[in-house]
């Protein structure tokens, strides 16, 4: 069984999102595939202590997808371990070092909100570090926090001209923050022409492609910005909307 595929099976055991979109895995020594493999088996046959045992050996020894599966379990507290903010940090920062994007990610929103449980201040070099690692297995969500900070200036000079460009390139992965944000831009006019019509569109847009969560999010700008809009400029936002979803490929 890949990487790949013994992950998505782990993930569905522990109801974790073990993400493995775009990840470039460093090939684990012999060692360490093994160890990582007697962890699977433990974890089939119902004994996660020995599981988890295997999987640190495994991980220490280089194998991503142990190193991820641990951040998670430590996490979330689950899997027969106790939750360890500190222990997660520890297997993230071997599975991002790893090559797993996902995980890139999330040490990036580490970085980025500091933990002081562990003793970890908010570093924002490091967390555009991060971000930048996972932009480059073309996430969304990595380029989202990249814009988010070229244009607040967290790790970077303020530059709203790249920090568009990250939004742009977001976007165009559906991803609906970047929308939500985009519509926030073009509405405010920050670094952009001011345009209602294309603001609103984009709201629109991180409506339809977001989550429960991230629809919240933008119904709330929506609110925030109903007073600003003329007659006829909601149906317009709709054209923009609709036709930014043709040439991106429908649906």
Known sequence: MTVRKSLAVLAAAFGLNLAVTGAVFAEPSHEAQAAYERGVAAQQ??????????????????????AWILANLYDKGVGGVQQSDAKAYEFLLLAARGGQPAA????????????????????????????????LAQRGDAQYYVSIMHRNGWGTPVDRTESLRWLLLSANKRYAPAFAELGRVHMEGEGVA?????????????????????????????????????PGEKEKAQEMANTWVASHGGT
């Open 194 to 230: 001011k345009s209602r019509i294309d603001g609103w569109g984009y709201l629109m847009l991180a409506n339809r492609f977001g989550d429960a969560g991230q629809r919240a999010a933008a119904d709330e700008l929506m609110e925030k910005y109903e007073g600003w809009m003329k």
């Open 45 to 66: 046959s119902g004994d996660m202590e020995s599981a988890v045992t295997e999987w640190k050996e495994a991980a220490e020894g280089g194998h991503t997808g142990a």
């Open 104 to 135: 890139a990610v999330r040490l990036g929103e580490v970085y980025l909100q500091g933990n002081e449980k562990i003793g970890l201040k908010q570093n924002y070099a490091q967390a555009l570090k991060s971000f930048e690692a996972a932009s």
